[in-house]
């Protein structure tokens, strides 16, 4: 996307129709449950259009929740983790689709940039990666931050705005700090931003986490 995407504002609904762009089986790469094998949902649209977004979420259709639910019991195998992530997932109306997965025993988590909120289900993990505005991050949402499993903050040994992590509330909750080397579709500067991001996480204490699915060459 690259920040061409338009950018769309959450929209109401009761949860029994999303915009989904895929969903695919695959290993989650990032954060808390790296290496897992895992079912990911990627919902359609954005609030936000980010300069360096990697990800194409506009080509999205409209599938009924029951369609979801068997897509992913089809792809699934062995994998016990759905991942529902976007574009923006908290856009839409994913209750119904959350309390679903958790009654079949699934782990479900939630990737977000942490500037909508929803009342998900208490058992859902929810990761946010904040969003720099240029002026400073984005607020990361007050009802959201106690829910947090992890902040995830993506780094750029050149980009002035991803060279630091930012405070957003991730001290008054204790919340672990996962820091992850920005992906500019560079090989020189994806390594340098590969050595920025390890070189933080040791200096400052935070938690490293490579894309771990690129490196294999994977969705
Ligand atoms: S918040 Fe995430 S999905 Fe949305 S534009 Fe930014 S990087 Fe892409």
Redesign the pocket.
Known sequence: ?K?A?PIRPPVKSDGQTLDVQSIFPTLQGEGPYAGHPAVFIRLGG?????H????E?ESFKPMALAAMLDKVDELGGRARLVVI????PLRQNIIPLCDALLAQGLTVQI???G?LFQPLPPDVKIIC?P?NTGAGYFPIREDLLPRLQGLKF?LSARHPLYQHIGQVGQEKYHTPVYVQPMDEQDPVLNAENMAYAARIAQTEGHILSLQTHKILGIE
Not at 46 to 50: D, E, K, V, Y
Not at 52 to 55: H, I, L, R, S, V
């Open positions: 996307m920040g995407n954005c609030n936000l259009a980010c360096f977004c990697d990800t979420f992530t976007g574009g923006e990737e977000t940039n500037t990666s969003k993506i």
